[in-house]
């Protein structure tokens, strides 16, 4: 069974500066997706970033970044320049590229973001 | 934009009570999902569905059915409630291809 593991419970981060979230997974597939969901306190699940296994280049989004690590099963989440609207619960999640869509997540970090 | 709308935000209910939670999207999506929230568990997979009258169960389906009579509607049903399924209850629909689109939940409290 695959798991995803996200080690920090509680991040905090000063407002403009650069915060690191981690998360690793283990798995036996080689073809997947990884993502990032952030869970501000509204509760709408909302897509902040997705890799595909298969590409080497890591994804942006704007002020997000990830740093995949496919031999170390490594998949940590950059937010640089932090605003008060980044605090939130953030989930990693997996998928096995032809398992139906479904998602493992692991057990979230909350982030909070000090003005 | 799509949209996943969640019948309830906020339920009440008393052990033993039979408990519906209903979930509607409007993107003709194949799949749909339920999803429990808990604290430091993350969200964990109840059941799911690729299509109408199909389903299959996820990691933790004990405790619960589901029901998916039309395409845009996917059922969540607790028999017999009773006070360890207090949670956040997330639905969640797609295509065959990410991302999922998710509801906003519905915090639900047996009592």
């Known amino acids: 069974a695959q798991t995803v593991t996200q080690s920090q419970p509680e991040m905090s981060v000063q407002e403009a500066e650069t915060v690191t979230l981690s998360c690793t997974y283990d798995?036996?597939?080689?073809?997947?997706?990884l993502f990032w969901y952030k869970q501000p306190p509204s509760r709408q699940m909302i897509l902040v970033i997705r890799q595909e296994a298969y590409k080497q280049q890591n994804a942006t989004e704007n002020r997000f970044s990830v740093n995949f690590q496919k031999a170390a099963k490594s998949f940590s989440l950059k937010i640089s320049d932090s605003q008060l609207g980044d605090a939130a619960m953030y989930f990693c999640?997996?998928?096995?590229?032809?398992?139906?869509?479904?998602?493992?997540f692991g057990g979230g970090t909350r982030l909070m973001v000090k003005p | 934009d799509v949209k996943v709308t969640q019948s309830s935000r906020y339920l009440v209910k008393r052990t033993g009570e039979k408990v519906f939670l209903e979930c509607v999207q409007d993107m003709d999506h194949e799949n749909m999902f339920w999803y429990r929230q808990d604290p430091g568990l993350g969200l964990r997979l109840i059941y799911f569905?690729?299509?109408?009258?199909?389903?299959e169960k996820g990691d933790i389906p004990e405790g619960y059915s589901v029901s998916r009579e039309k395409k845009e509607r996917f059922s969540l049903i607790l028999e017999s409630a009773s006070t360890n399924q207090t949670s956040m209850y997330l639905c969640?629909?797609?295509?065959?291809?990410?991302?999922?689109?998710f509801g906003d939940g519905t915090r639900l409290s047996i009592l």
């Open positions: 999640a997996y998928r096995i590229s032809n398992a139906g869509n479904m998602l493992t």
């Open positions: 798995t036996s597939e080689s073809d997947y997706y």
């Open positions: 569905s690729y299509d109408v009258k199909m389903k």
């Open positions: 969640a629909s797609s295509l065959n291809r990410p991302p999922q689109h």
